[in-house]
């Protein structure tokens, strides 16, 4: 196999600085933590009304039982009426990730 070697000069304008892949996702997780959502914070993230999101993520006992906070999970569920969900969100954001085909595979 043949190689060919060029020297290239890309010029990086003065407002913008090249980073590697990894640094990137390091400042986005950065920009999470001990950030925590509200239900409403999570209804823009994942673009559904939090009925949705009670019936096909919070309540099901396969998840509940990773997310609540009662089980050491990073969920607050509201005990009262009145009172607030709390997510943490990065823990939250990598849950999700994670089990994206398990949430929505039963949808079809």
């Given at each position: 196999?043949?190689?060919?070697?060029?020297?290239?000069?890309?010029?990086?304008?003065?407002?913008?600085?090249?980073?590697?892949?990894?640094?990137?996702?390091?400042?986005?997780?950065?920009?999470?933590?001990?950030?925590?959502w509200?239900?409403?914070?999570?209804?823009?993230?994942?673009?559904?009304?939090?009925?949705?999101?009670?019936?096909?993520?919070?309540?099901?006992?396969?998840?509940?039982?990773?997310?609540?906070?009662?089980?050491?999970?990073?969920?607050?569920?509201?005990?009262?009426?009145?009172?607030?969900?709390?997510?943490h969100?990065?823990?939250?954001?990598?849950?999700?990730?994670?089990?994206?085909?398990?949430?929505?595979?039963?949808?079809?």
């Amino acid at each position: 196999m043949q190689q060919l070697s060029v020297n290239l000069t890309i010029p990086i304008p003065s407002d913008s600085v090249l980073i590697s892949k990894v640094e990137l996702q390091e400042l986005k997780q950065q920009q999470l933590k001990g950030v925590y959502w509200t239900m409403k914070n999570l209804e823009v993230r994942i673009n559904r009304k939090h009925e949705w999101i009670k019936e096909n993520i919070l309540y099901p006992q396969k998840f509940k039982e990773v997310l609540d906070a009662d089980y050491g999970g990073f969920v607050y569920y509201p005990k009262t009426k009145g009172q607030s969900w709390s997510f943490h969100a990065l823990k939250m954001t990598d849950f999700l990730d994670k089990n994206f085909h398990h949430i929505f595979s039963h949808l079809q």
